[in-house]
């Protein structure tokens, strides 16, 4: 069972960094992806970050590139998000999941399981 806990939001004003972390389990098969995706009120949930597992390989949305880097610790048990040169846009719920299509820049989750997200939220 996928189990996901994502952590590491909070308030921030505008330029200021955080690092999001989350804690994957169960994923045996049928992803070797993991995103972080968020959800802004009113917006629909958009992918901004994803990690292959396995080789390390990195893609991000349009909007985050070269603010935001994933990563993941040596275990692979762990993914990071770290956040700098925050917008006011960027305040959203962020979410993690095993995904697919991450080489596109847009990926989808995998299995349809989310956690409970950390929201982030940025003022001007």
């Known amino acids: 069972q996928v189990q996901l806990v994502e952590s590491g939001g909070g308030s921030v004003q505008a330029g200021g960094s955080l690092r999001l972390s989350c804690a994957v389990s169960g994923v045996t098969s049928g992803s070797n992806c993991i995103a972080w995706f968020r959800q802004a009120p009113g917006k629909e949930r958009e992918g901004v970050a994803s990690?292959?597992?396995?080789?390390?390989?990195?893609y991000y949305a349009n909007s985050v590139r070269g603010r935001f880097t994933i990563s993941q610790d040596n275990a692979k048990t762990t993914v990071y998000l770290q956040m700098n040169s925050l917008k006011p846009e960027d305040t959203a719920m962020y979410y993690c999941a095993p995904a697919y299509d991450c080489y596109t820049g847009s990926p989808h989750n995998a299995f349809g399981v989310w956690g409970q997200g950390t929201l982030v939220t940025v003022s001007s």
């Open positions: 990690i292959y597992t396995g080789r390390g390989s990195t």
